[in-house]
T-cell receptor, first 114, second 112 residues
């Protein structure tokens, strides 16, 4: 099992460019989520999904889009990148009803917006 | 929505001493309180958790306490070791992990 796989690991963008951070999991978890981590601010929830076809906003959703067409994948899209979106992004999953509530994190994607 | 506050932001202790990190939460509907450890350049990993029907839980050198009335929960690490040096996050959620909200983190330094 690969667990939670994020790609790319590193990315540099210019202001206004678009990109998609990929998250794939092979644990058959229903719940998937995206966090951003900034120094001194912990992990802030961007968007989450409780299953295919269902997404919702977290604490800091502005500037980000998500979709969930399959159980395995939960991509995070930046339509027009801004320097304020420079951060480390983590995808996290949990099995919800069948599990304890523990979040399983990917290795993270470091994004720099110039 | 839920808001989790964590203190202190930085904690330095001597090897062998105890370390205590405290958190408060705002949403009385939260019923699951995990603690994650993040080593430099790594992903966060769960070290211990507690549910709202339990007041205290212990796992070897780490323990968590929960005061539902005051909406406080704490992490206690005894006999600290240099490998305990990391950033620790408290968090709160409803329904066992759903929409988990994190505190800002505590950077723990254990001096040998």
């Amino acid at each position: 099992n690969a667990g939670v796989t994020q790609t790319p690991k590193f990315q540099v963008l210019k202001t206004g460019q678009s990109m998609t951070l990929q998250c794939a999991q092979d644990m058959n978890h229903e719940y998937m989520s995206w966090y951003r981590q900034d120094p001194g601010m912990g992990l802030r929830l961007i968007h989450y999904s409780v299953g295919a076809g269902i997404t919702d906003q977290g604490e800091v959703p502005n500037g980000y889009n998500v979709s969930r067409s399959t159980t395995e994948d939960f991509p995070l899209r930046l339509l027009s990148a801004a320097p304020s979106q420079t951060s480390v992004y983590f995808c996290a999953t949990t099995p919800t009803e069948r599990g304890t509530g523990e979040l399983f994190f990917g290795e993270g994607s470091r994004l720099t917006v110039l | 929505g839920e808001n989790v506050e964590q203190h202190p932001s930085t904690l330095s202790v001597q090897e062998g001493d105890s370390a205590v990190i405290k958190c408060t939460y705002s949403d009385s509907a939260s019923n699951y309180f995990p603690w994650y450890k993040q080593e430099l350049g790594k992903r966060p990993q769960l070290i211990i958790d507690i549910r709202s029907n339990v007041g205290e839980k212990k796992d070897q050198r780490i323990a968590v306490t929960l005061n539902k009335t005051a909406k406080h929960f704490s992490l206690h690490i005894t006999e600290t070791q240099p490998e305990d040096s990391a950033v620790y996050f408290c968090a709160a959620s409803e329904d066992g992990g759903f929409k988990t909200i994190f505190g800002a983190g505590t950077r723990l330094f254990v001096k040998a």
